[in-house]
């Protein structure tokens, strides 16, 4: 009680930015969970009563917006990213009960093995891989809030216990040590769940969470649009299906998807976004910049990334009159591999209206 009045004396930013340090941490290539201070604050200072998240990824910056009091709209071209958007900003009131969580993690409601037999002897022992399914046994039975819920568990349980969070790598070769890579991923499940569970709250306003390409939502007249695209890196590369397509799979037990059957981890097919590379990333700003020309746009890009930030300014003034540039710094990388180059850089914060 007395940390909740504590909270209330707050500012609007501060008490977002502290429910949303709540929020289930999903290790997710370009994050913004250590930045979601600075955007409480910019948010706060822009006011509406509208946003959109076109790139929300792990779901938290479209969170802190809802707690914010915005009616909050999240698109994400992935669909993982739409599971937890749609169990923690479109869900007001659904949580996992006890009853909900014992089922999930007690005998199997059918004989089903498709993980078991897909990725036989790839990232997970026998008994993770045979929890799996059967927790999708049951995860089947659910809908709504409660379905999306018990899928975002499950994905963090499994991005947990998989060495760096990305599935470019098929064994323990950078076991650092940690308690989560030895955790039974049923243990791993009721934990994440009750995390995800604890950050469920009702703004009272309407939000929803949509799949798709950016350039493809519908038309709406968002008071705020926040920004989050890939960054072009200047080498390496950004794909987020190679690192995280086992998610990506697991997040609709793969109905739908098609497995590369002939590559070692057994990927999906890459799915283009201009974004990824040097050669069309202005392009693709550039329209989404006319995109939203009449919403406040506020973009995040890094400095390791191209194009540059005076290519970026002359984009974004094309199409809006004040273009304001925050700089923070951040501990950002491009790649996960041995040679990726963890470094301070400056991460920009356009504000365009």
């Avoid at 501990?331 to 400056?346: D, E, M, N, P, V």
């Amino acid at each position: 009680m007395e940390e909740r009045a504590a909270l209330l004396d707050l500012p609007a930013g501060l008490r977002a930015a502290a429910r949303a340090a709540r929020f289930p941490r999903l290790r997710y290539m370009g994050s913004k969970y250590k930045l979601v201070p600075v955007l409480a604050e910019v948010f706060d200072e822009l006011g509406g009563r509208t946003a959109l998240d076109a790139f929300s990824g792990s779901g938290v910056v479209a969170y802190t917006l809802k707690a914010l009091g915005y009616e909050v709209t999240t698109n994400d071209f992935l669909h993982f990213p739409s599971v937890i958007a749609r169990a923690t900003v479109e869900n007001q009131t659904e949580r996992l009960s006890d009853e909900d969580l014992e089922r999930i993690c007690g005998p199997a409601a059918d004989d089903r093995d498709f993980i078991q037999r897909t990725f036989a002897g790839l990232y997970f022992d026998a008994d993770d891989r045979a929890f799996l399914d059967s927790a999708w046994s049951h995860i089947d039975q659910l809908s709504g809030g409660k379905r999306e819920l018990a899928i975002s568990a499950l994905l963090l349980a499994a991005a947990r216990k998989q060495p760096r969070g990305v599935f470019t790598v098929t064994n323990l070769r950078y076991d650092d040590g940690r308690r989560d890579l030895h955790l039974p991923l049923r243990e791993h499940f009721m934990k994440h769940a009750a995390a995800y569970n604890a950050v469920v709250f009702d703004s009272a306003l309407a939000c929803r969470a949509l799949h798709g390409e950016v350039f493809e939502l519908p038309p709406g007249s968002w008071d705020v649009v926040y920004l989050d695209p890939p960054y072009a890196p200047p080498r390496d590369d950004n794909c987020y299906v190679k690192r995280y397509h086992f998610l990506e799979g697991l997040s609709c037990y793969w109905r739908g998807q098609t497995i590369l059957e002939d590559t070692k981890t057994k990927k999906l097919p890459k799915r283009y976004t201009p974004f990824s590379y040097r050669r069309t990333v202005v392009d693709g700003l550039q329209r989404v910049f006319k995109q939203f020309r009449d919403s406040t746009i506020v973009l995040s890009y890094s400095s390791n990334a191209v194009p540059d930030l005076n290519t970026i300014q002359a984009l974004l003034s094309e199409v809006k009159s004040h273009v304001e540039v925050r700089t923070i710094d951040h501990r950002y990388s491009f790649g996960t591999h041995g040679q990726a180059k963890r470094r301070l850089a400056a991460e920009y914060l356009f504000i365009a209206r």
